[in-house]
């Protein structure tokens, strides 16, 4: 992991393509990937109107974003990202994390990636918490999350989002 720490970049999304990659993922992704992570694939809204909701937050200050996605390059190409939303700043964010390449999984990248993360959010927006409610039967974010330092507070039933459906979700905080 040491030598794959050097090729690994962290950067804040800057241009439209790079939401229309997101929108790839999940667009493109079959419908048992999906429903694995918690994804109810009949929520997912139309590309036109899904990108130009994450596009407004790119001439926002910080102080007014609803959303915010941080890049995940490995070795100059984008596997993934992590996103923030809601976000409250000065004050907490919920966090979503999506590796989306197969083949960087299982290999400590997003974990690291991850963590590289946690580290933007908390200092570009003055956080004083960090909240992630993955699905409970997706164990891939539950050990992340756990391997990054966070605290599982508990575990219940809800929607956590607009594209889920509804789910037991573990609720994990880190504070600073």
């Known amino acids: 992991m040491q030598k794959a720490s050097g090729r690994l970049q962290v950067t804040p999304f800057s241009s439209i393509a790079e939401y229309d990659a997101v929108l790839d993922y999940f667009l493109s992704a079959d ?3 999906l429903r694995a992570m918690g ?3 009949s929520k997912l809204p139309q590309r036109a109107a899904w990108l130009e909701r994450l596009v407004a937050d790119l001439a926002r200050p910080d102080e007014e974003k609803q959303t915010f996605y941080l890049g995940w390059d490995y070795e100059g190409r984008r596997v993934g ?7 409250v700043y000065g004050d907490h964010g919920y966090v979503h994390l999506h590796l989306w390449d197969a083949a960087a999984r299982r290999a400590g990248l997003g974990t690291e990636f991850f963590r590289r993360s946690i580290e933007v959010f908390f200092r570009r927006f003055a956080l004083r918490r960090l909240y ?3 699905y409970a039967e997706n164990p891939a974010p539950n050990r992340v999350l756990s391997k990054a330092g966070f605290r599982l507070e508990e575990r219940y039933r809800t929607t956590p989002g607009f594209i889920a459906s509804e789910q037991d979700v573990n609720r994990y905080v880190m504070e600073r």
């Open 132 to 134: 992630c409610e993955p």
């Open 81 to 87: 990202h992590s996103n923030m939303n809601p976000l």
């Open 39 to 41: 994804v109810e694939p």
């Open 31 to 33: 419908e048992s990937y």
